[in-house]
């Protein structure tokens, strides 16, 4: 390099010096001129050409420009402007870095994670994050439990919406050993009835079940309800309350959420993430969507497709029923009446009377009450099915049969009953959205809000009157006491007789009006003196 810079003092230097000098080096040739100009202003460096000069005050990360980072959510062009407009002010650090130092000091100083910490948060950093696998343990050891809403429109009823899926799966065997499917938001009897569908072996669920030693959930609501958790007691299951946050505590049932969208739902008619034309993403006008009927035997469909044909990684070329049956471990099994009986809800006791039983405030009754009146039972119900209650004998627990509701509304009633409800709805809805819109006036300058919209006073009042119901006299209602009849002396017209009643009496003036009346000599009121057509004054 020196012999380069003595070439280039002399006036001698030509670029294919610098090009054999660049080919004997292995670097371009812009970057052997780079090298040139440094030594031209320092000679020192062209002992070690390239080497970075050591001035012992490299630009380091710090907190603040951490927390410059976070509040501009890793934009590093923002956050070298801040640092140019507070050295600017004189305030610390003294001395703003160039963008390109900026951005090799980030790349230095921080770690992927933290990097994408700071632009998109916890769940982005923990894109970044080494995660320790289970061991593989035994069928039936632990199990793991989640809702997961359907990226699928199906019809219900008419209406369009997303059903949600609760499963169980076990985490050895990657089997799926319970599902339920609810049409609506997912409540403790998804949870309960997709607990039955998993413990039980018999058909049409299939030889996985049993009951596992452990359920992994995630602080749901309603794996943690009172029933639930009741009912993992009294079938001696132990429930592992999750942090909130942590999907990767529990990631067979997360693979499983994501592996049932891409390999199954996408396919379907009614996908909610399909890729669509046009700047608004709306559904197609001829599409046909499924039924919930439909959608659910194609769900069911799939899940045994997977424990029968799919072959997870984890398992190295076995399907999850290959697995389970070469696992030699025990299964304990419960009779389906005893689990019927565990995964329903205790209402407590109740006097069987000749109506029935009498719970919620509505009678219930059944075949098998004749001559049990003034015993005392337990009643048992599942949650959110109101038609039927399970009853059972208060001292020895024996199972007496169900109950079905009285005077049970027919299909129809319960039909023009939710379309009222419904249309209620929409009126209320759209009331308040009226109400709540607020205009305000566009500003260029700073400005505190102005509403826009006038009103006079008239119509201030009238509004107020009618929201508050301060005028009494229009609620009254006129014709409920019809008024009393005159005196018999008193000369009434037709008209206004028929709308007297004649067995009330009249009523005696008193006050101002007792004193206006004509009084005679006697202390007696006048009688009004006819004129001459007959009419009374």
Known sequence: MRRLLALRVRGELTAGHVRVAADALGVSERTVWR????????????????????????????????????????????????????????????????????????????????????????????????????????????WETDHMQAAVLVDVEGRACRPWITWFTDCATNAITGVAVTPGDPSRESVLAALRSAVLREEPYGPFGGLPEKVRVDRGKDFLSRTVTAAFDLLDVTVEDLPAYTPHLKGTV???????????????????????????????????????????????????????????????????????????????DVPAADLWTFTLEDAGTRTLTTRGIRFRK???????????????????????????????????????????????????????????????????????????RERYAAVSRPAAPQRLGALTTAQAEAELAQATGTDLSDLALRDLIPPAAPPAGWRTPASLAALTTADLPAPVPSGRDSASAQCGPDGRTAQPTPDEDGDGL
């Open 35 to 142: 090298w040139l100009a440094a030594a031209s202003r320092d000679e020192r460096a062209a002992d070690e050409p390239g080497a970075r000069a050591q001035t012992g005050t490299r630009f380091t990360i710090t907190p603040e420009v951490r927390a410059l980072l976070a509040l501009w959510k890793g934009n590093v062009r923002a956050v070298h402007r801040e640092l140019v407009l507070r050295a600017a002010r004189g305030s610390p650090p003294a001395g703003a870095p160039s963008l390109t130092t900026l951005h090799r000091a980030i790349r230095r100083d921080l770690t992927p994670g933290e990097r994408a910490g700071l632009t998109g948060g916890e769940r982005a950093a923990r894109k970044h994050d080494v995660f320790l696998a289970r061991p593989r343990s035994w069928r039936n050891y632990v």
């Open 254 to 332: 997360e693979g499983l959420n994501r592996a049932v969208e891409g390999m199954f739902l996408a396919a379907l008619p009614g996908y909610a993430r399909q890729p669509r034309p046009g700047k608004r993403a709306s559904r197609p006008k001829d599409e046909v969507l499924l039924g919930f009927e439909d959608f659910t035997a194609r769900l069911l469909a799939w899940t045994l497709w997977w424990n029968t044909e799919h072959r997870p990684a984890p398992l190295r070329g076995r399907t999850p029923l290959e697995a389970w049956q070469d696992d030699p471990t025990p299964l304990r």
């Open 362 to 436: 509505r009678d219930y009754v059944g075949p098998w009450m004749t001559g049990q009146a003034g015993i005392q039972v337990r009643v048992r119900f599942m949650p959110h099915h109101d038609h039927r209650i399970e009853v059972y004998h208060a001292a020895t627990g024996r199972y007496l049969g169900p109950a079905d509701l009285a005077d049970r509304a027919t299909d129809e009633q319960i039909s023009a009953v939710r379309k009222a409800r419904a249309a209620r709805t929409r009126r209320l809805k759209k009331d308040l959205q009226a109400s709540q």
